[in-house]
């Protein structure tokens, strides 16, 4: 079975500018998180998406969005990108929201914002 | 709100010796699961082990094996028979149980970086 897939792989930007990042998760897996690592704040929680729904949602400013689509890819987008949102984007899939389901997590995407 | 609590920022261990990694968490809630995450170079995140609160028994993953103690809040990650390939970050991570309204959410430590010498 395929493992989480991200895409791309590595992107630069310019501020100001916005990004879309994408997440396809493993087949059958309903949940998909988002992470945002940094080697000051460490691994941060951004948000969790579970049959197109946003259920939960990190300490982010609004320039982080993020949604569902039917076949549980999900994408978030940056807008008005700033210096400090230069990371590691790592998106998570599971089975489900509650019970032990384990995450798995995809291979990340590098931003970088100049 | 949840803490994890990593204190060791590096730690090293020989080639087939044991190395154990320590965790400490906040919460106040009584269902829980626990994990072990390593990040090697790659950066692809895998996990290692999982411990749901309510079990007594301690997991264990081949060479992989975890000291849960619950009343002290302590997740310790022994790494038995090390080799070169365990090298990488080690993450502990929380998340709250069925009950709990955070759904999926992953609360992390800071990470211990990990070197194995041949």
């Known amino acids: 079975k395929a493992g989480v897939t991200q895409t791309p792989r590595y992107l630069i930007k310019t501020r100001g500018q916005q990004v879309t990042l994408s997440c396809s998760p493993i087949s059958g897996h309903r949940s998909v998180s988002w992470y945002q690592q940094t080697p000051g704040q460490g691994l941060q929680f951004l948000f969790e ?7 939960n949602k990190g300490n982010f400013p609004g320039r982080f969005s993020g949604r569902q ?4 890819r999900s994408e978030m987008n940056v807008s008005t990108l700033e210096l400090g949102d230069s990371a590691l984007y790592l998106c998570a899939s599971s089975l489900g929201v509650r019970g032990p389901y384990e995450q ?11 | 709100a949840q803490t994890v609590t990593q204190s060791q920022p590096e730690m090293s261990v020989q080639e087939a010796e044991t190395v154990t990694l320590s965790c400490t968490y906040d919460t106040s809630e009584s269902d829980y699961y626990l994990f072990w995450y390593k990040q090697p170079p790659s950066r692809q ?8 609160a309510y079990k007594q028994q301690n997991a264990t993953e081949n060479r992989f094996s975890v000291n849960f103690q619950k009343a002290a809040k302590s997740f310790s990650l022994k790494i038995s028979d090390s080799q070169l390939g365990d090298a990488a970050m080690y993450f502990c991570a929380y998340r709250r149980g069925q009950r709990g309204t955070s759904y999926g959410k992953l609360t992390f430590g800071q990470g211990t970086i ?5």
């Not at chain 1, 998406?49 to 259920?55: A, G, N, P």
């Not at chain 1, 689509?69 to 549980?72: P, Q, T």
């Not at chain 1, 997590?105 to 914002?113: K, Q």
């Open chain 1, 49 to 55: 998406y579970f049959s197109e729904t946003q259920r």
């Open chain 1, 69 to 72: 689509f039917s076949n549980s």
């Open chain 1, 104 to 114: 798995y997590f995809g291979p990340g995407t590098r931003l970088t914002v100049t």
């Open chain 2, 45 to 52: 995140m895998i996990l290692v082990i999982r411990q749901e």
């Open chain 2, 114 to 118: 990990l070197t194995v010498h041949p």
